[in-house]
Structures are given as structure tokens and as C-alpha cells.
């Protein structure tokens, strides 16, 4: 053990370090596999055999639990007031109605029949109409023999199986009650062949098999071509339900052959499930195999125990901390991983880890010195950034009043498009005063009315002569108002609505605008009101209200800005907070 760890100080290398530490707990491993194989080779033929055995138990229960789960559903799906109706009225009701209960009951039928792969049918036998309804279709009549046997009547041990003409069923009476005359009954019919075909698939040994035998109805399914197995196994398991043997595993002797049997029943279903292989294929087993076995598996434990160990000590806990450290970088929190002296690659990484905060640092204290330079240039940008399509769009209105020869019309919405770009392209101060910011976004609103015509209603609340003469950054309101037609109320087919409303509070003056659109959740909005918190660190150019929020933050300081909630119309409300202080002008 020193000399390993000599090594390991010598070579620190990760990859040097997994592959020792692999070797050394493979090494016992495989010298310990060669023992096994070598005592253990009886004993491993045991476990095919407990194989078998346990899947056994679990076939059993499979089809225990598709019974169990037919059964459940019977009442569920199908005993309902359609089912019930056509059974008590029967001819009394129109063809209208008849058709319109048959397929009601059908889709009942259809979600049995397709609730499992072990169901060939569902029928509703219905004495009153003379019909069978199927899942899929209906018949014209009933077939009396088959509606007999699947009625309680004739199940006088009350099994939840009944076969019938080599056929096997789940049956539902109503009412419940053996000896009154039935409404109608469900009948679930279980596929034989796919039952078959499970219990062929059960034992993957050659000459092995496996049979569902109930002895109180005296019926069997296998695949077994072999009749004389069958009559045995009837002999065996009538000695076994005497003796109140229900699971077990036994050798029994058919002609010439020996049978290592496995046997489990079932209450539920009256049923045994039995499988069977040739006693050749399996021998006796070796007692003190188990010893060995239980040696192996205390000893890979500590294996385990030790691999994982040195796994977390060299991998999971440095790299644990380190995405940490990414974490907190996330959020903001540069902070430098406490040196540690490692000669590995996480040591090289927790110093380029450090190297790299210490950089970014730097370059966020430069950016953003040269971010506050270049705010001012932003509304500038702004304003040459006009979208062409809504140009296009423009010119496109025109011409449809004018070929509609809507003459005044198209010279009123010739005035608002040069009062608008007018209002875009000048190159004036980064303020206006507020009823000039009012009078561009309602020239806006004007031009989509065009658009639109009356699917939107907006409405202003009237300016308040006092707050004209102050001074506002330029271009805040009518982005909002941009964004509220692009993305909520334009989509919206029964219209929409947008109200415009101010507020004042001591020195403060918030205008809300809110629509009736219906596309943001209340994630969506809780995500943008993160990208506005988070856009003073962003140097992204946009023209959205990220652009209006950040440069009126830049304006009036933090305070202020831009806010997002649900507005009482039940789309969004955008709440642009100003400060009235050293903007009248």
C-alpha cells in the first residue's frame, strides 16, 4: 500500500489514478471469478432453475393483475346509465337513440378491450334488444348458449374465469344476483392463443414448458402437445390442493422422464401455474458454494465502498466545488476559489478558474465605463432604426385608399405618417415634453386604426396641462405601444384592448399600459421582468423595452424604469415610472 501511494504521488494524473484504482479492485474480482467458476459450476445451474421459478411467480401475477384490472374496469366503463338504459328500455327508444347509447357503450367497450394485450373481445349481451354489442360492431342476435355460461347462475363457485368451448372469459352480470334474469351481461374474452404463447415463451429450456390448470372446472391451456403430461400434472395438483400445498418445486416422474416441476397457485383465479423442465439440466447443488458467494458479496461491498471513496475524493468533491464556484459566477458573485495545492488537472483548473474571474473583472469595470460613453448614442441608433416593413406597410395602406378611392381617408393617414417619420428622423434633443411623447404615440395609434379599423379599442386618459411642459426621454411610449400591438392584441381574432392611464405620486409620474391580450403567462412575464433586473449588466443593442426601460434607468437612476403585471383587462400591464424632479422645461 505505500508503494501505491508513492505512486500516486509521484503520478497525480487523474487518468493515472482511475486506472490503478480500477485495476486494484478488478484485480480480487477476477481472481475470486476464476475460484467461483471453478467451484460453482453446479450451483449456477441451481440459479437457472430459482430463474425459473421466479419467473413463474411473476407470469402468475401478471395474469392476476390483468384479471384484477378487467375486473376492476368492468363496473367502471361499462355499467353505466347507456348500458343500463338500453338493457331497461330497450325497444322503447327511438333508432336516434338506440344509435347514440350502442356507440356510447361501444367506446366503453373499445377502452376494455384495448386496456390489455391479453383481450381478444368485449361483448354486452342484451336480451331485451336481441343483440350483442362488440367493440368495434354490434350483432343482430345472441348467442344464447354463450350468454347462459357467462351468467352467475352457472358460476357457482363464483370464479372471476370462465371457460367455456375452449374459450376463456371474464364475465359481468347486472344485477348481481344469481338467481334473477340479467339485464345484460359483459363478457371480456381472455385470448387463449396469447395465453398460450406467454406460457410457451415462459421456459426457454428445451423440452420445458409450462400449462394454467384449474382443477374445479377441469381445464387446461398449454402449448404441450403431449397429453399424458397434462393428466399427470390433473393427478399431482388434486393430491397437492388436499395436502393445502399452494407453491413449491417437486421431481415428478412422466414415463421415462424426470420432471423438475414449479408450481404456484393462484386463490384469485382457482388456477395453477406450473412450469416444467427436464430433471437433466438441473443437479443437486453445492452447500458450501453459498459460503462462497456470501464471501464475494461482503467482499465486493467493501470494494465498492473503497472504489467509491477514492472516485469522491478525486473527482466528485473537487469538481463539486468548482461548479460551485460556476454557480455563484452566475449569479453575479465573482469570487475566487480558495487556493488549494493540487499538482492535478483540477488543481490547473481552479488557477485558469481564478485567472478567468480575475480577467473578467477587468473587462466588466471597462465595459461598462464604456457602456455609460455610448448610452447617449443609443436613442440615436434608435432612431435610425426604423423597421422598413412597417414603411412598406404604409405605403401599401396608401394605396389601398387611394384605389378605394378613400380620398380623405388616405390624406389623414398621409398626415399621420409624416408627422410620425417627422417625429422618428429628427435629430433634436434626448428630451421632449411629455404632450409631445403623448401626441407621437397616439399618431401611432392612429396609423394601426387604419390598419385595423375598429378590431382594437384604445383609449388615453386625458394629459393634465400641468405635466405637459415636463421633460421626458424621448421615445418611451410609443415602443410599448408597438410591442403591445406586435405580440398581444393583433393576434387576438374577437379584438382587443388598450387603455392608457397616468398616475402621480409625490414626485413621481407612472404611466401604465395595459392590453387584453391573452399570449404571456404569468412564467412569461415573471422572465421578463428578470431580463429588465438583469439588463443595467447586459451591453446587448435592442430596440424593445429592455432599450426604454435601461435608458430611462440610465436618465433617473435605478428606481425607475419600466415594470410588468398582469393587468386587470387580463393581458399585460407595462408600468413606466418617471420622476417629474429637474424635468420641467
Known sequence: MKKLNDLLRKRTTIFVKLMLTFVAVLLPLYVLTIIINHKGEESIRKEIFQSISDRNDFYLKTLKMEVERVMRVLPEY??????MTLSASGNSLSDYQKIAFINAVQRRLQLIKYNSIYIEEVRAYIPLLQRTILSSTFNTSIDFPEFEALQLKNNISNSPLVYWNDRLFVSMQYPAIPNRRALFVVGVEISVRKLKEMLSEMISIPDG?????????????????????????HDYFAGRIKQGVNAGYDT??????????????????????????????????????????????????????????????MIHRPLKRLIGAFKRMRTGDMMPIVSVPRQDEFGYLYNAYNDTVMHLKTLIQENYEQKIHSQRSELKRLQSQINPHFLYNCFFVLCRLIKSEDLELAYSFCQYVGDYFQFITRDDSDQVPLETEFKHARTYVELQKVCYGEKIQISFDALDPALARFKVPRLILQPIVENIYKHAVSKMLSGGQIVIHMETQGEDLTVYMEDSGSSLADVDIARLNERLSLSAHGIEDTTGIINVHRRIQIMYGPEYGLHLSRSKLGGLQVAIRLTLKESEG
Open 252 to 313: 415428478l416422474r412422466i414415463g421415462n422422464v424426470s420432471y423438475l416441476v414449479s408450481y404456484t397457485y393462484s386463490k384469485e383465479l382457482e388456477s395453477y401455474l406450473v412450469s416444467y423442465v427436464p430433471e437433466s439440466h438441473v443437479t443437486d447443488p453445492i452447500n458450501k458454494y453459498r459460503y462462497w458467494l456470501m464471501g464475494v458479496s461482503v467482499l465486493s461491498v467493501f470494494i465498492v465502498l473503497f472504489f467509491s471513496l477514492s472516485i469522491f475524493r
Open 209 to 233: 414448458n409450462a400449462a394454467l390448470l384449474n382443477l374445479n372446472r377441469n381445464w387446461t391451456i398449454s402449448s404441450e402437445r403431449d397429453d399424458s403430461k397434462m393428466s399427470a400434472f
Open 78 to 83: 361499462v355499467a353505466d346509465k347507456d348500458l
